[in-house]
C-alpha cells in the first residue's frame, strides 16, 4: 500500500476515533454524569492523537524549522487540552481555580495561530530555507497578551466584571482585550492563507479542491464555530468538544498540506530513488541498504570501507562511486563518466581526422550523396556543422597545440555547448517543439563548466510560459556569443529566464553594444556596475525600467 493510501486512512481513522470518543463524552454527561473514567479517558485519546500528529512531523517533514514550529503549536495544544483534562477531573468544583485555569484558552487562541503562520513559511520552501528574523518580532505582542491574560483578576482588561454577580463565578463577560486577542489570531489566520496561496501556485487547470487550499483552513474553522456562536457558546450537544475540534481542524488542515504536497516529506522519494539514474542509495552506518536505484550496484563492506576513507570508489574507469555521510548513514551515488570519455575519446579522434582532412563533414556528404534517406541525415548534419562551425574552428585551434588546464576547462565548455545545441537543434527538427526541460538541463550543462573556468555562475530558470523553440535556440547562442567575445574571461554570469531572458555579466574589459539578431531579436546592451546586462527583445519591444 502506498504511503499516500496509508496517510489518508490513518487521517479517517483519527476521524472515527475522536467522533467515538466525543460520543462517549456525550452519553456519559447526559445519563452517567457519575462516571469517573470520562476526563480520563477522553484526555488519553486526545493525548494520542496528538502524539501520532507529532509522530508525523518528527518522522516525515524534512524541514528542521518547520518542525520546530508546528512541534511548537502541538505542544501549545498537548498543554491546553492538559488544562481542560484537569479542570474536568479535578477543579469542578473549585470555581477560583476554574476561573483562572479558563484563561488559558487565550494562551492557545495566541499561540497556535502564530506558529501556524511560522510553519507556513515554510510551505513549497527548500530544507535550509530560513523565515527573516523580524517575523519572530511577535513573540513580543503575544508573551504581553498572555501575560494580560493570566493577571486579568488584576486589571480585569480581557473580562469585565458585573458588581451585582457574586464572586467568583465561571460567567466570563469580554472586554477589550478579548476582542484584541480576537483580532490578533484572526490576522494571523489571514496572513497564514495570504502564505498559503502565495505558496500553492496552482493554475487554472488544477481542480477546484486544489485552488481551495489557501482557504480550507478558515472555512473549516468559521463552519465548526457556527454552531457555538449561534448559542453563545453555549450548547446542549456537541459533535466534538469545541477546544478539541478546533485543534483537529488545523491539525487535519496541515496532514491535507502533506497529502497534496504543499510540504515536503521523507516518504514521497521512493520512485526518485527506483527512477534515479546516478544510483543513489542510503546505508545505515552499519552498511545495511535502507533505500537504492533499481541500476545501483552492490556495495561490498570493501567497497564500503574504500567509501568512508576516501568518499569515492572508482568501480570502472567510467564509473565512480561517491559517498556522503548524513545523520545515521550514508548517502551513495554513481558518476557515470562513460558520456564523457566518449566525448573526449571522440574529440581526440577528430582532432586527428581533421589534421589529415580539413573539410571531414563535407567529404561524408558526398560520399552519402547517393542514399536519400542518409543524404536527409547529412542535410540536417551540415546544417548543425554550420551552426557551429565558429565553435569547431575554436577547437581545432585549441586542440592543434598543447594546451593548459584553463584551454582544457574551455575545450570542454565549447564541446558541451556543440553537444547541448545540436541536440536542441535535432529535437526541433524531430518534434518541431523544444521541451523547457531540454533547455534547463543544457543551461545547467553550461553552468558547470562555466565554473570550472573559475566564473561564478548563477542559473535562475522560472520561465512564466513555454518559449518558442526558436527563442530557445537563440539562448544557447547568445549564451555562447557572449562567452566567446569576452574570451571566457568573466568573474560572473547570472541567467535569468523568466518573462524576459537576461544574462548579468562581469568582470570584462570587452564592450558590448545593442546589436539586432535574427528571427526578429534585439540584443539590448545595458552598462551596469562592474559589467553589462543583456537582454534578449523582440524587435519593437520596449524595456520597462
Known sequence: MSEHKKSIIWLFSAAALLFAVSAYRQLSMRYWPEDFLRPYLVWVVYMLLLFGWQYTITTKIMQKSMRSHLTAQNIVSILYLTV???????????????????????????????????????????EDYRISRKWYLLLIPACFLSMLALTDDLHHFLYYIVPEEPQPNLYFHPY???????????????YQVYVIYQRNGTTKSDPLYQKLIPFYEPILLFLFSIPYAATAYVVRFELVEYSAGLIFIIVLCWQLYILVGLIPVNTQYEEVFRRSTVAMQILSSSGETIATSENAADI??????????????????????????IPGGYMVWQTDLSQINHALRELQRLN????????LLAQEIRIQSDE???????????????????????????LSESFSTDDWNRICLIGTYIKRFCNLRLTYQEQQTIPMGDLAISLQDMAKCMKNLEIRTSLDFCPTSNL???????????????????????????????????????????????????GGYRLQAEKVPAGYRLMLLKEGEVLQS
Open 352 to 359: 586527428a581526422e581533421l589534421e589529415e582532412e580539413q573539410d
Open 84 to 126: 481542560r483534562y484537569v479542570q474536568d477531573a479535578f477543579l469542578y468544583v473549585n470555581i477560583p481555580w476554574m476561573r483562572f485555569t479558563g484563561y488559558f484558552i487565550n494562551i492557545a487562541a495566541i499561540f497556535i495561530p502564530l506558529f501556524g503562520l511560522y510553519g507556513a513559511f515554510y510551505l513549497g520552501k527548500a
Open 372 to 398: 536519400t534517406s542518409i543524404q536527409a541525415r547529412n542535410d540536417i548534419y551540415d546544417s548543425l556543422s554550420s551552426e557551429v562551425a565558429g565553435q569547431l574552428v575554436l577547437l581545432t585551434a585549441l
Open 176 to 190: 477589550i482585550g478579548t476582542y484584541m486577542i480576537h483580532i490578533w489570531a484572526l490576522g494571523m489566520i489571514m
Open 468 to 518: 518558442a523553440p526558436e527563442l530557445i535556440l537563440l539562448i544557447m547562442k547568445t549564451l555562447e556569443t557572449i562567452l566567446e567575445e569576452a574570451d571566457f574571461c568573466l568573474t560572473s554570469i547570472a541567467i535569468r529566464i523568466s518573462d524576459r531572458v537576461c544574462f548579468e555579466i562581469t568582470g570584462t574589459d570587452h564592450e558590448f553594444v545593442p546589436r539586432f539578431l535574427e
Open 300 to 325: 561490498t563492506p570493501v567497497i564500503l570501507e574504500a567509501l568512508k576513507q576516501n568518499q569515492h570508489f572508482s568501480v570502472t574507469k567510467d564509473i565512480i562511486m561517491h559517498l556522503h555521510q
